[in-house]
């Protein structure tokens, strides 16, 4: 019962809060910006079965690996990119989570 409220709770609390706290000014934009990274979760598709409840995503599915996600944090430096940056470490602290309650 914890984990899918975690992990919801994640995708979608946590960049509300970083948008409120860090982007007043555009907190919608900035909202909507963080989550529309969970479709990074389309790699989800290329794998058999798409779904498996006690797979851990991280360093499983390509846009989850550790290449990928090293990205995500460069994506984080410059201002251009920082929200999506930001959006998708989010994204996979939330599958992170999930990993660890497994």
Known sequence: MLQPVLHYGIHFLLPLLV???????????????????????LDHLLAIPIFDANRCSINFHPL?????????????IPEKTRLLGLGL??????????????
């Not at 989850?64 to 984080?76: K, R, T």
């Open 64 to 76: 989850h690996s550790y290449i990928a996600i090293s990205i995500y944090l460069l994506l984080i």
């Open 19 to 41: 948008a409120l706290v860090f982007f007043k000014s555009k907190w919608k934009y900035a909202y909507i910006i963080m989550i529309s990274t969970m479709l990074i979760d």
């Open 89 to 102: 470490i989010i994204h996979i602290i939330a599958d992170k989570a999930d990993c660890l309650l497994m």
